[in-house]
Antibody, heavy 116, light 108 residues
Framework: EVHLLESGGTLVQPGGSLRLSCAAS????????MNWVRQAPGKGLEWVSS????????NYADSVKGRFTISRDNSKNTLYLQMNNLRPEDTAVYFC?????????WGQGTLVTVSS | EIVMTQSPATLSVSPGDGATLSCRAS??????LAWYQQKPGQAPRLLIY???TRATGIPARFSGSGSGTEFTLTISSLQSEDFALYYC??????????FGGGTKVEIK
């Protein structure tokens, strides 16, 4: 059974940094692209970033480009999202999701709150 | 960026009745469209991909149709567990994936 478990969400001040993690199990991690999708409180879903199975290609939404960095450690079956220069509008639940085009497997999410 | 617009924002339906949800793309996405269901406090659940293919374990009362810019999710007879938020998502413009704003299906 596919299992994705996010962690690292917390309260952070504007301009601060945070790294989220997503521990994966139940499948061959290196065989799948991975993504981060976020959902602001009471709002819809927003794709944030994706990374290929071998880390050769990463992509970002314009709203986070230059501030966020996606990475993965295939030896640890773990996906990361390094978030720098955080803004209040980055406040959201951040989900990791498996696959490249549409997402059959999701984690339960981790809440990031950007506020002073 | 391809903008996905869902309508209506809220749909009030009686249990046992059918429901039709719409999703429109600002430019063609071919059949590269997925539908998700989300309940409060939970992650989204994939229902449909390829505009009309049900994901593993999804009941037959959920069906998707459409291509190009106009898509529909139909729930044939709503069960209590179907009252939720529904989102469409295009992946034709990969890697720039976009979601619709959602339709809330509530009990009438």
């Amino acid at each position: 059974e596919v299992h994705l478990l996010e962690s690292g969400g917390t309260l952070v001040q504007p301009g601060g940094s945070l790294r989220l993690s997503c521990a994966a199990s139940g499948f061959t991690f290196t065989s799948y692209a991975m993504n981060w999708v976020r959902q602001a409180p009471g709002k819809g879903l927003e794709w944030v970033s994706s990374i290929s199975g071998n880390s050769g290609r990463s992509n970002y939404a314009d709203s986070v480009k230059g501030r966020f960095t996606i990475s993965r450690d295939n030896s640890k079956n773990t996906l990361y999202l390094q978030m720098n220069n955080l803004r209040p509008e980055d406040t959201a639940v951040y989900f990791c999701a498996r696959d490249g085009y549409y997402f059959a497997s999701w984690g339960q999410g981790t809440l990031v709150t950007v506020s002073s | 960026e391809i903008v996905m617009t869902q309508s209506p924002a809220t749909l009030s339906v009686s249990p046992g009745d059918g429901a039709t949800l719409s999703c429109r793309a600002s430019q063609t996405v071919s059949s590269n469209l997925a539908w998700y269901q989300q309940k409060p406090g939970q992650a989204p659940r994939l229902l449909i991909y390829g505009a009309s293919t049900r994901a593993t374990g999804i009941p037959a009362r959920f069906s998707g149709s459409g291509s190009g810019t106009e898509f529909t999710l139909t729930i044939s007879s709503l069960q209590s567990e179907d009252f939720a938020l529904y989102y469409c998502q295009q992946y034709n413009n990969w890697p720039l994936l976009t979601f619709g704003g959602g339709t809330k299906v509530e009990i009438k």
